[in-house]
């Protein structure tokens, strides 16, 4: 112990020597200039080097070392690089002398300071070109009783036993504390060297009375105390883990040396290894990842003959496979984007914009939801391939199933394992398949899904299609969520009434009406022509088209909303010159409208309107069909008998129910509109709609049921360009009916001019192009009476005889 002490009295002679003796010199002026520092507190006697590089602390150093020497070192509050005024710094600091000072190449420096005591920054007198505060000695003020020694002794004796702990204190402090006498110093001395806060070292360098410094440096040791102990506890615990697998490690590295020496390959072992390699590489979620190791484990500790073994391995093979992180870059371009849709499509103006839209706001916000779209339309209209074209706008992977005929749940969502051959459901197997989590997914024919007692396909499509679930899309086999908001659902369907009502509300529906014969015509020549052509091996100099000819084909040979028999008729008669081509009788060929005949056979369809309403008790009406619109043809007739009402052409409740109010209204004002036949009892009525094989409903024939029964009582025939829509009441009112856009394509299709619509339907003619409207008139009624001029033609009520009629009564 009287070494260690005349050891530390040795270098406090060194330190004595190296000032120069200047302490003896040294008097604190009533103004010093104050040196800001970042992230240290210096006490008195304290020596430390210190960095100055800025301009200003470079003329403060300057200054410093033609003069005393002295300055004082004050901590600033907030702990950010800045130039610090006198707001920004703590009221009490250190007053301190510079030892040496070194400069640096690259024009900072570096000081060795030594403090000497405390001060009070009672006033800031200049702030440029640095920091001069007028201050305040502050000297300690000791208590010499029992509680300061004691508080000494547990500070001294705690601060012993943490350099013990501390592998990052040295062994020297322990004889520097013991030989510390002044107890305000040795507080100082233990805080400089305690792992806390700048702030609560600037606490300790406030405290001006010692027991009270004593006292906050000892808790702040009791602190650290526990925080070395709780490191030492872990790191015990570590090394134990530690131990045990390094002693497992080279067990295993043994067995490996030994299978390796008898030239033994363990295959399980290979295996495994690789089943840990693709879960690291897959990047699963943390509870994805919990599972898969869980299942690795057990497949570890079971044999490979059991008959789980198969089935656990195949499950992990599903989950690293499956793209959990893996995720194609969106072509953000809107320009590129609109090029490739219309590339690929004619037309379909709303769904391309709504794509576009999608584009437009993912661009903004990238981490958008994806739409779930339902493209509902008549076959042929390009639902299927619209989708393809989307996915190559966006340049992500494009998947589709078909639900049609789908009658079980587990297709959906899989099946457990605890079948034998279970597998995911078609989801999760198309996603895997896509190698992508966001590819554009088709949902093809969503209304012709069904159900049984296997459960309800449409019921677990519920979580796929809705935004705010699918997240956590959960597969039966897989049993962990997999998110399925980055993918964009598309669904198509024909019509809509057999999607239940949930399923429904989950989709954005968009509507492709069937296209006009202009339409047709433009696509035949963009798209369906130069695609037949190549696929028939034929070159453009080989074969081509006249006008006439591709419009002769649309109107006579196809009759429909879509393009398939279109593309069927073009690709028959490039079969054809294929044909002539191949056997040398040609070179290349012109199709006429006069050479079709030979190519496709006598003409399929003719525009029999004109024929059909020759003659009176026929009139054309319009319906909405699954597959578009259509017009049909309403006749009746009537004979000697009772009275009776017969309707036939398998019409439903709906449809019967309008005959019958139709044929009431024409009874109740026969007078008034001029029909000879008075006595109703003596004639049985007769009206058929024709095509009766296919089953018709609703009540948009109303109308045309009333004028075909008129125009056979009046003997006058319907025009023949005129065609109608709407449901009748009993007071001769015309009210709106649905699907107008549909039925005025069919009877622009048909050659109807003129088409009459309840008023209330004028809205919807917004869906209808304006080439199509400038081609058609459209009358507009709230009352029959209001279609009889366009109907007929001469055909007026006689509105006297009506009120002489209505004041007789």
């Known amino acids: ?182 107890p305000g110093r040795l ?160 037309d379909l103006k709303r769904v391309k914009d709504r794509i576009l839209e999608y584009l437009a706001v993912r661009k903004l916000k990238p981490d958008m939801k994806g739409p779930i779209l339902c493209f509902v339309g008549p076959p042929g209209t390009g639902k299927t391939s619209l989708g393809k074209s989307i996915a190559r706008s966006l340049g992500r992977k494009f998947i589709r199933i078909s639900l049609g005929g789908i009658r079980d749940e587990a297709e959906i969502r899989g099946h457990r394992r605890t079948y034998i051959g279970a597998l995911p459901g078609r989801i999760i197997q198309s996603i895997r398949k896509a190698e992508s989590n966001n590819p554009v997914f088709m949902l093809d024919e969503i209304d012709k899904l069904g159900m049984d007692f296997r459960g309800d396909p449409s019921s677990a499509l519920l979580e796929v299609l809705d935004p705010e679930q699918n997240f956590s899309f959960s597969d039966h086999y897989l049993e962990v969520p ?92 490039c079969r054809k010159v294929a044909k002539e081509i191949a056997a040398e009788k040609a070179q290349s060929m012109v199709i006429k409208e006069e050479t079709l005949g030979d190519l496709l056979g006598p003409i399929a369809f003719f525009k029999e309107i004109a024929e059909r309403t020759a003659e009176p008790g026929v009139a054309t009406g319009l319906a909405w069909t699954p597959t578009g619109g259509d017009i049909l043809f309403i006749e009746s007739t009537y004979m000697p008998g009772t009275g009776k009402l017969t309707l036939t052409g398998q019409l439903g409740e709906v449809m019967k129910e309008s005959a019958e109010a139709a044929m009431s209204y024409v009874r109740s004002r026969s007078k008034a509109l001029n029909v000879p036949l008075q006595d109703f009892t003596k004639y049985d009525f007769h009206i058929h709609v024709p095509a009766g094989a296919i089953p018709k409903d609703g009540p948009s024939a109303g109308v045309t049921i009333a004028m075909s029964l008129l125009s056979l009582l009046t003997g006058k025939s319907v025009r023949p360009e005129v065609a109608m829509t709407g449901e009748i009441t009993l007071r001769g009112r015309v009210l709106p009916v649905g699907g107008i856009k549909e039925k005025v394509l069919a009877a622009k299709r048909a050659g109807i001019a003129t088409l009459i619509l309840p008023k209330r339907n004028e809205k919807d003619l917004v869906e209808v192009t304006d080439e199509v409207k400038a081609r058609m008139e459209f009358r507009f009624v709230e009352k029959v009476d209001e279609m009889l001029p366009t109907v007929f033609g001469t055909l007026e009520p006689a509105r006297e005889k009506e009120e002489a009629l209505v004041k007789a009564r």
């Open 1 to 182: 112990m009287k070494t260690e002490k005349k050891v530390f009295k040795q270098k406090e002679k060194l330190l004595e020597s190296a000032l120069g003796g200047l302490q003896e010199e040294l008097v604190i002026p009533e103004e010093l200039p104050v040196l800001p520092l970042l992230d240290t507190v210096i006490y008195p006697q304290m020596v430390t080097a210190l960095g100055v590089s800025t301009e200003r602390e470079l003329k403060l150093l300057d200054y410093v070392l033609t003069g005393n020497r002295l300055l004082a070192l004050a901590l600033q509050k907030n702990q950010k690089e800045k130039e610090a005024g006198p707001e920004d710094l703590y009221g009490y600091a250190t007053a301190a002398v510079v030892l040496q000072m070194l400069k640096m190449p690259d024009n900072s420096a570096r000081m060795l300071v030594q403090g000497i005591t405390r001060l009070k920054l009672t006033q800031f007198v200049r702030e440029e070109p640095y920091l001069v505060a007028r201050v305040e000695t502050l000297e300690d003020v000791v208590e010499e009783d029992k509680e300061t020694e004691a508080l000494t002794r547990s500070l001294s004796d705690q601060f012993i036993k943490m350099i013990s702990m501390s592998a990052s204190l040295p062994d020297e402090l322990k004889i520097a504390v013991m030989n510390i006498e002044h």
């Open 187 to 346: 507080a100082d001395m233990i805080a400089s060297h305690l792992s806390i806060s700048v702030h609560e070292k600037e606490e300790v360098l406030e405290a001006v009375k010692v027991k009270e410094r004593l006292k906050k440096v000892n808790t702040l040791i009791s602190k650290e105390m526990e925080v070395l102990e709780l490191a030492r506890k872990i790191q015990g615990q570590v090394k134990s883990e530690l131990d045990k697998g390094q002693k497992e490690y080279y067990l295993r590295q043994q067995l490996k040396a030994i299978q390796d020496e008898l030239g033994e390959t363990d295959e399980r072992t290979v295996e495994v290894q690789e089943l840990k390699q693709k879960i690291t590489q897959a990047k699963m979620p943390p509870e994805v990842l919990k599972e898969a190791e869980r299942e690795l484990s057990r497949l570890q500790k079971m044999p490979p003959q059991a008959a789980e073994y198969t089935v656990s391995r195949t499950y992990l093979d599903w989950l690293v496979s499956l793209p959990w992180s893996v995720t194609t870059t969106d072509n953000l371009d809107i320009n590129q984007a609109q090029k490739v849709l219309d590339e690929d499509h004619y």
């Open 482 to 573: 997999f998110d399925l908001t980055k993918v964009m659902f598309i669904t198509t369907a024909n019509y809509l009434e057999p999607v239940p009502p949930a399923l429904k509300d989950r989709m954005e529906v968009l509507e492709l009406p069937g296209y006009t014969e202009e339409e047709k015509l433009s696509i035949a020549k963009e798209f369906l022509i130069p695609k037949q052509t190549k696929e028939h091996g034929l070159k453009p100099e080989n074969i081509s088209f006249e006008e006439s000819a591709i419009k002769s084909i649309i109107s006579n040979y196809t009759r429909e909303a879509g393009l398939r028999n279109l593309e069927r008729a073009i690709a028959t008669v």
